[in-house]
């Protein structure tokens, strides 16, 4: 089963992006694995500090590219994403000739309240993720707006037709990913 990392911009204890992709992990399950990738202790991006790289950049980089995939799972932040993400991007794209981002098949979601579900956040970060070469999925797109009642008290996906889109929307990743992730087993067989 392909492995994807799952990035959550929001950092909050009660977020609604990282109850939303807890939810979509779940759902998930059978046809891929989510890892949560830490990013909340990552500092502030610097590229003095490549001289002793902090452990929680180097684990960062590690879970990238132990991934078949990524996820991006971002609220919307004045009209963008946040910052704690670009951090992330920023940190995993160095140093020069090391980018855990290269060639990675990814996905991009996210919600929010509004009517919009966060569409102008996940559009912002289109153009970073292709710049740092990701093999971005462009469709299905999900601009989800948070709704309480489409999850039960353990966070859990009931409203059937909301479970039926989003089953939906892992299939196509999932193809996606099968489609654009290299084998490693072909890719260790090709080393040796």
Known sequence: MK????????????????????????LARGRLTFR???????????????????EAVLRLKRD????????????????????????AID??????G?????GKPAALI?????????SAGQNALKGVLSVVDTILMGQ???YFTYKPDVFDAQNNIVDLSTKAF????IDRFAAWIARMAPSRTSAQDEAA
């Open 3 to 26: 492995t994807v990392a799952v990035l959550v911009g929001s950092l909050r204890r009660e977020s609604l992006n990282r109850k939303f992709a807890e939810s979509l992990a779940r």
């Open 36 to 54: 949560f990738v830490e990013i909340g202790d990552l500092p502030l991006y610097n590229e003095d500090l490549w001289a002793s790289p902090p």
């Open 64 to 87: 990238i590219e132990a991934a078949d995939a990524v996820l991006f799972v971002t609220p919307e932040y004045n009209r963008s994403f946040s910052p704690a993400l670009k951090n």
């Open 91 to 96: 940190w995993a794209s160095r140093p020069w």
């Open 98 to 102: 090391q980018n855990s981002w290269a």
């Open 110 to 118: 996210g919600t929010s309240p509004g009517a919009t579900g966060g």
């Open 140 to 142: 299905p797109e999900v």
């Open 166 to 169: 989003l089953s939906g929307w």
